[in-house]
């Protein structure tokens, strides 16, 4: 387990090869800075075991009832709560696990703590992941007000821009393909912020704002251009991250439309294609295919 961000000088930590994500959700945290999304590696499934991101006691579990459209997707959701044992006055929240665990259980990062749950809150392409919140332990289950999370890995030195959106189709399914772009030297898909190289972060367009990475301060106003092409300015700053509003041109692949979902990776990025109709039929394995924005 790697730590990749902290809150309320509470690390987090994220599988070496997983991922994270600040954006990439339409919910309420991911637009203030006050939830992150941690993945595991993208060979584990729903019902593998979901290892702690924080060290912590349990102090409360608690069962939300969700929709579920499909039978593969559960109606029940859980929260566990855990109390931080470097700042008792601090709880963590996490969210879409079947938990092992029971209350007053003491927790450490890498041990296990349920099994990753296919919630009725998700998208037909979500993957297994668990959500979490840095809270006030008297308010540790609402879903505003949460403290800033602040991302602390920083991103290579020899991170490149990206000229395009090419690379080799590596799973390819119903619901998402996974792309191994060509030229990629960093934690993920890089983009041009008002000249500095960031990572680029979120669902575009669908879920119609993303998220910048820097290793420096992020500038209110900045453009954001991803291979060129201008896709929005930051509208909302929060240290080395920055929100805005997605204004870009919908993204394409053989001239259909297409959904990008982008991601803060430990190691080897992918990109994920999303097609609008998961009916449609899937690109395949091995084949080279390019993303355009026009």
Not at 56 to 67: A, H, L, P, Q
Request: proline share 6%; hydrophobic share 40%; charged share 20%.
């Amino acid at each position: 387990m790697k730590s990749f961000a902290e809150g309320e000088g509470i690390p987090i930590f994220c599988h070496l090869n997983g991922r994270f994500s600040f954006f990439n959700s339409p919910y309420y945290a991911h637009h203030t800075f006050t939830g992150v999304d941690i993945y595991p590696p993208s060979d584990v499934w729903f019902g593998s075991p979901a290892l702690s991101p924080v060290d912590g006691e349990v102090i409360n579990i608690k069962t939300v009832r969700c929709s579920a459209d499909a039978l593969q997707y559960s109606n029940v959701d859980y929260v566990i709560v855990l109390k931080c044992l470097r700042n008792p006055r601090v709880a963590v929240k996490l969210l879409h696990v079947d938990p092992y665990v029971n209350i007053g259980d003491i927790v450490m990062v890498g041990d296990r703590i349920g099994a990753y749950l296919r919630s009725g809150f998700f998208h037909y392409w979500t993957d297994p992941h668990i959500h979490l919140e840095v809270r006030e332990v008297y308010d540790s289950l609402r879903a505003r007000g949460g403290h800033i999370i602040r991302r602390t890995m920083p991103i290579p030195e020899d991170a490149e821009l990206l000229q395009n959106l090419r690379g080799t189709v590596i799973a390819s399914g119903p619901e998402y393909a996974l792309i191994a772009l060509e030229s990629i030297a960093s934690n993920g898909v890089t983009v041009d912020v008002n000249g500095d190289i960031g990572v680029l972060e979120g669902g575009i367009p669908h879920y119609g704002f993303f998220g910048v990475h820097l290793n420096e301060e992020v500038t209110l106003g900045s453009p954001v251009k991803l291979c060129g092409v201008n896709i929005g300015f930051i509208e909302a700053v929060s240290g080395n991250m920055g929100i805005g509003k997605y204004t870009g041109p919908i993204p394409r692949i053989k001239g259909r439309k297409v959904r990008l979902s982008m991601y803060f990776y430990i190691n080897k990025p992918l990109l994920k294609l999303i097609p609008v109709d998961c009916k449609e039929p899937s690109i395949a394995v091995g084949e080279t295919v390019e993303i355009t924005l026009a």
